[in-house]
């Protein structure tokens, strides 16, 4: 395929995924240039094209809260100047971090688009702000004419639009799912897996969070599910990930005496698909005020491998709304545990609705392969 001459584009996330490096890989696939400007590069997968030129600035830092605003701004600041200076002639595709990073676009010249999949200031709710509160106001009023003015506007679900659309008219939003890590099912039987071996779990049947333990996830439910289903020797429930949360989630088990509750950091790149292997039920989670259009990246992990999923989540998220269409999981409220108790308990005795609900998921899982990312070059290249 002929590159498209003097085409030049820029793809800015400070914290770089395998999302980000197949934005840049498809981009590279199409223009003449392709940088990209990151704090931090995380191969999962698939490497970045050796022609991408990559600029550094810093790394974004998860904890405590202050370095962390603290990261953003530096990162914002030197997105700034480095737009201003050494990729002036460059249209920019913003992605991700730092959150208020897509505002730029009001005092920079560029031709200027974005990925939302996180919808600020909404997802300040989480914290008590109000609507009113001045940050929230002034946040919404800059999105109003940012989102105006980006040149491409792109989301990831229906119900993340009907977020965004609160900002600007529905026409301009362009919706196009994401991706999984993974393209295949390269799922590793309990018997030949090494992270089922260390941890002894050959018998058991794994229900697992693994994932960021931050002020979004309500981790506590995996935890209440633990003490539901405690006197079953059967189930256990691993909790994988770090996040400011971990110490009290931990103290909550050890009140409890859960023993079927256990915690691991996260795992390697290389043990990763064995303790996602290892998963007979995963968890997803999201805090029931922002959660309508989020969906998170291992929803679609968990539908690569064929592991059925079991959402916690509002009745209008979309979560719920993929439980109902692809019958690969099901959705539950945070006031619906005692239903998501019986839900994990019929699952577990039940290996003819487990394998079911595992087919229909690596069935559902072509629709998040990786070609969605030249989807969203292709939508970016046509009129809209």
């Known amino acids: 395929m002929e590159k498209i001459k003097d085409r030049k584009i820029v793809v800015v996330n400070q914290a770089t995924n395998y999302l980000t490096v197949g934005f840049c890989n498809a981009f590279a696939a199409q223009f003449d240039k392709v940088a990209l400007v990151t704090g931090s590069v995380h191969v999962q997968g698939e490497g970045l094209d050796a022609g991408i030129e990559v600029t550094y600035i810093n790394k974004w830092v998860e904890r405590p809260a202050s370095k962390k605003m603290l990261s953003y701004l530096k990162a914002c600041f030197r997105i700034y100047w480095l737009l201003l200076t050494k990729y002036r002639g460059y249209e920019v595709f913003f992605v991700s971090i730092p959150p208020m990073g897509y505002l730029l676009n009001l005092i920079l010249p560029h031709r200027f688009s974005m990925v939302i999949w996180d919808v600020y200031p909404d997802i300040f709710k989480i914290t008590g702000m109000k609507e009113t509160h001045p940050l929230y106001r002034t946040w919404a009023w800059l999105n109003r004419k940012s989102f105006k003015k980006a040149f491409r506007l792109f989301t990831i679900s229906e119900k993340m639009a009907d977020l965004v659309e609160a900002y600007v008219d529905r026409k301009k939003i362009i919706i196009q799912p994401i991706w999984s890590i993974f393209q ?5 039987s309990k018997t030949e897996n090494p992270f089922v071996a260390e941890h002894q779990l050959q018998d058991k049947f794994i229900v697992q969070y693994s994932g960021n333990i931050g002020l979004t996830h309500k981790v506590e439910v995996v935890v209440e599910l633990a003490e539901l289903l405690k006197d079953n020797n059967q189930i256990v429930f691993q909790i994988i990930g770090r996040g400011p949360r971990v110490p009290a989630l931990q ?23 064995y303790s996602l292997s290892a998963t007979d039920l995963g968890i997803v989670i999201l805090d029931e005020l922002t959660s309508k259009g989020s969906v998170p990246s291992k929803s679609y992990n968990l539908m690569s491998y064929g592991i059925p999923s079991l959402y916690i989540a509002g009745e209008d998220s979309e979560l719920n709304v993929y439980a109902s269409q692809f019958q690969a999981a099901a959705c539950y409220t945070e006031r619906q545990l005692q239903q998501a108790k019986d839900f994990i308990l019929d699952l577990s005795n039940n290996p003819q609705q487990w394998q079911t609900m595992s087919d229909n998921a690596i069935k559902t899982s072509k629709l998040f392969r990786r070609d969605n990312a030249d989807k ?3 939508a970016y290249l046509n009129s809209h």
């Open 251 to 273: 103290k909550m088990v050890e009140e409890k005496q859960l023993p079927n509750c256990f915690f691991l950091p996260f795992q390697t790149d290389e043990m990763f698909p």
């Open 184 to 188: 295949q099912n390269e799922r590793v």
């Open 376 to 378: 969203f070059v292709a």
